[in-house]
């Protein structure tokens, strides 16, 4: 069968490897001029299924509200008159109850355990060596006791599904990652999740996609693919740049800009753009910075090590697709890093980076068939497309090639939204 893939970010290539690996002729489309270029470009590396979970939750709402009074705050709601935001904002509100979030919960666990299992597998499979992956865990760093409160009932909810977590204290946590040394003084706890793991996303598009390439799968890059058109309950053609393309299966695998395309047909996926920001820096002196990824938990930053560079992302803004570079986050994403890791690091060559996470209401992703016999979705990755890449990858693979997936749908159809 003939399939286009729609969009060469870090799902859109993974989903490519799935459908050839079962003998589909795959042509994958982009607008950039490589794999990965957009919100997989330059995200915190992490590939933490361990904390998985959604943005909506109990207490959220008041907490963004007071966030985004706060000048050097890490999250910023800019309400816009855009029915797309108010409706998803809305949504988003109504899966900020207890019940909700254990749902929504316990699916995204469920995607995101099974997507390192995949990775695991397309590791073993393909001649993919040089992505910066570390395997060692992640640690969440707490400044508050109630912050450490709230972490240890997070880990033992997920502790409770068999997920392995561990409570440190300061000389416990200066055993595990000695970088942290100068930081230990602002720590009232930490967890170490030593399932997860860490690596760039980007170059592992990059290099999975070049040995799909290889292998007879075409990749048209600086494509703008302009209208998606209809026929007869299925999609007919795909209309870009260089002109319509036809396809026996399409799957929409373009992040944020995925409503963009299918609002015109009809289809209102709530998919809203989340801006987050990075900074990568040169690491100087490997001792004095961590091997493994640590998420500060009050500022929700992530910072990784990414082979000789430290990258650090983190910021939430609800304001539409612009990437502008605030001064004031990137000087707060600046001084985060500083207060762990002064030492160690190239503070004259930073460079930043903004992306925007395709953020669904309740969390999960939206995968599948869609209302059209032809079209399937692998959409809505939010701030855990990294690490949920692979997994839903397969997943869609399997629905095109008309077998039942390996775990449970519920909760990650479209369907759910009534479409
Ligand atoms: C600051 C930040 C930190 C993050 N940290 C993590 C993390 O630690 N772990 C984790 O798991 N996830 C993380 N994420 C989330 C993760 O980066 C995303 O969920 C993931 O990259 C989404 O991948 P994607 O392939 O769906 O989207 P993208 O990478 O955005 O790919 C979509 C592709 O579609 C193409 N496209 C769009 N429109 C068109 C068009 N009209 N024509 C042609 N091509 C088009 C784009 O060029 C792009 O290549 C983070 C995100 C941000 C912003």
Same mark, same amino acid.
């Given at each position: 069968?003939?399939?286009?893939?729609?969009?060469?970010?870090?799902?859109? !290539?993974?989903?490519?490897?799935?459908?050839?690996?079962? &003998?589909?002729?795959?042509? !994958?489309?982009?607008?950039?001029?490589?794999?990965?270029?957009?919100?997989?470009?330059?995200?915190?590396?992490?590939?933490?299924?361990?904390?998985?979970?959604?943005?909506?939750?109990?207490?959220?709402?008041?907490?963004?509200?007071?966030?985004?009074?706060?000048?050097?705050?890490?999250?910023?709601?800019?309400?816009?008159?855009?029915?797309?935001?108010?409706?998803?904002?809305?949504?988003?509100? /109504?899966?900020?109850?207890?019940?909700?979030? /254990?749902?929504?919960?316990?699916?995204?666990?469920?995607?995101?355990?099974?997507?390192?299992?995949?990775?695991?597998?397309?590791?073993?499979?393909?001649?993919?060596?040089?992505?910066?992956?570390?395997?060692?865990?992640?640690?969440?760093?707490?400044?508050?006791?109630?912050?450490?409160?709230?972490?240890?009932?997070?880990?033992?909810?997920?502790?409770?599904?068999?997920?392995?977590?561990?409570?440190?204290?300061?000389?416990?946590?200066?055993? !595990?990652?000695?970088?942290?040394?100068?930081?230990?003084?602002?720590?009232?706890?930490?967890?170490?999740?030593?399932?997860?793991?860490?690596?760039?996303?980007?170059?592992?598009?990059?290099?999975?996609?070049?040995?799909?390439?290889?292998?007879?799968?075409?990749?048209?890059?600086?494509?703008?693919?302009?209208?998606?058109?209809?026929?007869?309950?299925?999609?007919?053609?795909?209309?870009?740049?260089?002109?319509?393309?036809?396809?026996?299966?399409?799957?929409?695998?373009? &992040?944020?800009?995925?409503?963009?395309?299918?609002?015109?047909?009809?289809?209102?996926?709530?998919?809203?753009?989340?801006?987050?920001?990075?900074?990568?820096?040169?690491?100087?002196?490997?001792?004095?910075?961590?091997?493994?990824?640590?998420?500060?938990?009050?500022?929700?930053?992530?910072?990784?090590?990414?082979?000789?560079?430290?990258?650090?992302?983190?910021?939430?803004?609800?304001?539409?697709?612009?990437?502008?570079?605030?001064?004031?986050?990137?000087?707060?994403?600046?001084?985060?890093?500083?207060?762990?890791?002064?030492?160690?690091?190239?503070?004259?060559?930073?460079?930043?980076?903004?992306?925007?996470?395709?953020?669904?209401?309740?969390?999960?992703?939206?995968?599948?068939?869609?209302?059209?016999?032809?079209?399937?979705?692998?959409?809505?990755?939010?701030?855990?497309?990294?690490?949920?890449?692979?997994?839903?990858?397969?997943?869609?693979?399997?629905? !095109?090639?008309?077998?039942?997936?390996?775990?449970?749908?519920?909760?990650?159809?479209?369907?759910?939204?009534? &479409?």
């Amino acid at each position: 069968m003939k399939v286009l893939v729609l969009g060469a970010g870090v799902v859109g !290539v993974a989903t490519a490897y799935y459908l050839w690996k079962n &003998g589909h002729e795959v042509t !994958v489309v982009d607008r950039q001029a490589g794999p990965g270029m957009e919100t997989s470009f330059g995200n915190a590396g992490g590939i933490c299924p361990s904390f998985a979970g959604p943005w909506a939750a109990p207490g959220m709402i008041s907490r963004v509200l007071k966030l985004s009074l706060q000048s050097d705050s890490p999250i910023r709601f800019a309400p816009r008159p855009d029915p797309r935001q108010i409706a998803w904002v809305l949504q988003w509100m /109504r899966n900020c109850t207890a019940q909700r979030f /254990r749902a929504n919960k316990l699916c995204m666990q469920r995607v995101a355990h099974y997507s390192y299992r995949c990775l695991r597998e397309v590791l073993a499979q393909a001649p993919i060596h040089d992505f910066d992956f570390h395997a060692g865990g992640v640690l969440q760093l707490f400044r508050t006791r109630a912050e450490l409160q709230l972490g240890r009932l997070s880990a033992q909810a997920v502790g409770e599904s068999g997920v392995p977590w561990r409570l440190l204290d300061a000389d416990q946590l200066a055993a !595990v990652e000695p970088a942290l040394v100068h930081g230990l003084a602002q720590i009232a706890g930490a967890l170490h999740m030593p399932a997860d793991a860490s690596g760039d996303s980007h170059k592992f598009a990059g290099q999975l996609a070049a040995h799909l390439a290889q292998h007879g799968v075409s990749f048209r890059y600086a494509t703008r693919i302009d209208a998606l058109e209809q026929e007869k309950g299925a999609i007919s053609r795909v209309h870009t740049a260089y002109g319509a393309m036809q396809a026996d299966a399409y799957v929409v695998a373009l &992040g944020s800009y995925a409503p963009l395309l299918l609002a015109p047909l009809g289809l209102k996926l709530p998919v809203y753009p989340l801006k987050g920001y990075s900074v990568t820096l040169p690491v100087t002196d490997p001792g004095q910075v961590p091997t493994l990824s640590v998420m500060d938990e009050h500022n929700k930053v992530m910072i990784s090590r990414l082979g000789n560079r430290l990258r650090a992302a983190g910021m939430a803004e609800l304001a539409g697709y612009g990437l502008a570079l605030d001064p004031a986050r990137k000087d707060l994403l600046l001084r985060v890093v500083r207060s762990w890791f002064p030492e160690g690091l190239d503070w004259e060559h930073v460079s930043f980076w903004a992306g925007l996470r395709p953020m669904t209401p309740d969390g999960p992703p939206i995968l599948g068939k869609a209302r059209w016999s032809n079209l399937f979705l692998n959409s809505g990755h939010g701030s855990n497309g990294w690490t949920q890449a692979c997994g839903t990858a397969k997943i869609v693979s399997d629905l !095109v090639c008309g077998r039942t997936p390996e775990i449970d749908m519920q909760g990650l159809t479209v369907q759910r939204f009534g &479409g």
